[in-house]
């Protein structure tokens, strides 16, 4: 069960950062990349998990 819990909080970071990022992107007139905007959301995820984990 806490490891379907943690897939779950990880694809809701992906899925938030992707989005952020791409409106972001329309907002500013910027380039969007996918692979990027994933690879933040697993980093922000694991600095979420190991600080939220000390407590």
């Given at each position: 069960?806490?490891?379907?819990?943690?897939?779950?909080?990880?694809?809701?970071?992906?899925?938030?950062?992707?989005?952020?990022?791409?409106?972001?992107?329309?907002?500013?007139?910027?380039?969007?990349?996918?692979?990027?905007?994933?690879i933040i959301g697993i980093a922000a995820y694991s600095g979420y998990y190991f600080v939220a984990k000390?407590?």
């Amino acid at each position: 069960m806490a490891k379907l819990k943690i897939i779950k909080e990880l694809l809701f970071f992906i899925v938030g950062m992707v989005v952020i990022r791409f409106v972001i992107s329309k907002l500013f007139k910027t380039e969007f990349s996918f692979l990027y905007s994933a690879i933040i959301g697993i980093a922000a995820y694991s600095g979420y998990y190991f600080v939220a984990k000390k407590k």
